[in-house]
């Protein structure tokens, strides 16, 4: 009798969770899923403070797989009846591996960035009329990873176009309100800025020292879906024209230093080349294609305005290659000034890369089924066959995260 409860005794002695120090716990927990953090929380007080300290947050965001491979996106789509679905796909194959719940019915996103999503919400005009009229509610910031969301407060000013971005330096996220420029040669430009830190909504004006046509039409097309921005290295990045047929700068936004940077397209000697932004791990690259080559170049001097570019690749091309690149530019007449250009705009929702097979994935503005190239074998083919009635109409690299963690599940807290 006694051996057999000694025996037991050091069976559950070896069940109890060995003793470690606060900074070895706290190596363990930012190596865990979003999900199982969650739940940890209300397992004690200590792991509870452990885990909302800001600290743990950004040693969580770098460490955890999911945000290091970036191979997961969040697709947001609508069926045949116009309800609205997120889920979370495989990046080569866009297969789903998680359905995420959104309370809200009627929404409108206005970007994502290191695991929060922007948007605003809707809802009838006249909820006793059958009638599909909406209006405004309010403008949040979503998880998805916590299902939790803030309630922003109203904006100061006109809210033309809005941006969602992440300061690395701060651990912060920062919400920006663009007005408008004048068509005039004008050399300052106003936005608001929200921070996530304050709570609160500065108003700032900048200098700039570039064509204002540039910021207009980068303007002009952001708000009306027509460009699709990149995220990388606490900026936002666009392709813009000075009034040309082609793209032939970057323009860029630092959520860190609030400020523009303008920045030439490489230089190529074949006039056909079509030029697109993409993210190459965390760096912003440019993919070139034309009808006999390609090139991958990236940003790698950040104080280099003059030459900021490296070549990552060279190879070959194909006419379906090419084609297929051809196909996600336009042009559209944008009136500036007393007469109208013909200004070149993006048709793509985004264009992805996955280094481990050197495959871009196409996804386009319009409900088109998404595409694959392959730069090594000029292969071109479909991602997935698409259901009847599935559009795709949001998509970005999925990214978990804690922000906003407190709270209960579901909880929008108002600001």
Not at 67 to 79: A, E, F, I, R, T
Not at 81 to 92: H, L, P, S, T, Y
Not at 118 to 140: A, C, G, I, P, Q
């Amino acid at each position: 009798m006694g051996s057999a409860t000694k025996t037991k005794t050091q069976h559950n002695k070896s069940k109890v969770l060995p003793h470690l120090p606060p900074e070895l716990w706290t190596e363990v927990l930012a190596r865990l899923p979003v999900k199982i953090l969650l739940r940890f929380r209300a397992v004690c007080k200590t792991w509870c403070s452990m885990i909302d300290d800001p600290d743990f947050l950004l040693m969580h965001r770098s460490l955890f797989k999911n945000n290091v491979d970036k191979n997961h996106l969040l697709v947001m789509s609508s069926g045949l009846w116009g309800d609205q679905k997120f889920r979370v796909r495989v990046r080569d194959n866009l297969t789903i591996t998680t359905h995420i719940r959104q309370k809200s019915k009627s929404f409108k996103i206005l970007g994502n960035c290191n695991g929060l999503v922007l948007l605003e919400d809707y809802e009838k005009w006249d909820k006793s009329h059958n009638n599909n009229r909406m209006r405004f509610v309010s403008t949040k910031l979503w998880n998805p990873s916590t299902q939790k969301s803030i309630v922003l407060p109203s904006c100061p000013g006109y809210k033309d176009v809005v941006i969602i971005g992440f300061v690395p330096s701060s651990n912060e996220h920062k919400v920006v309100v663009f007005e408008f420029p004048s068509r005039n040669l004008s050399s300052s430009t106003t936005f608001s800025v929200y921070s996530v830190s304050d709570h609160l909504w500065r108003t700032k004006t900048v200098m700039i020292d570039f064509p204002v046509i540039s910021l207009h039409c980068m303007f002009w097309f952001v708000k009306y879906g027509h460009v699709c921005d990149y995220y990388s290295h606490g900026a936002a990045h666009w392709l813009v024209s000075e009034g040309e047929r082609q793209f032939t700068h970057v323009l860029s936004f630092d959520f860190g230093m609030e400020s523009f940077r303008y920045v030439k397209l490489p230089v190529v000697e074949d006039p056909e080349m079509v030029m697109n932004l993409f993210n190459l791990g965390e760096s912003l690259a440019v993919f070139g294609i034309s009808n006999k080559s390609s090139c991958i170049w990236v940003m790698t001097s950040e104080n280099n305005n003059d030459n900021p570019w490296s070549v990552w690749f060279t190879g070959d091309s194909s006419s379906d290659g090419y084609k297929l690149f051809c196909r996600g530019v336009s042009y559209k007449r944008h009136f500036y000034g007393l007469f109208p250009r013909r200004l070149p705009h993006s048709l793509y929702k985004k264009l992805l890369f996955d280094e481990n097979t050197s495959t871009f994935i196409v996804i386009y503005n319009k409900y088109d089924e998404p595409m694959s190239y392959n730069i090594i074998t000029h292969k071109v083919g479909r991602v997935r066959k698409h259901r009847a009635g599935l559009r795709i109409k949001f998509v970005d690299t999925y990214v978990e995260s804690l922000a906003l963690c407190r709270g209960r599940e579901d909880q929008t807290l108002l600001r």
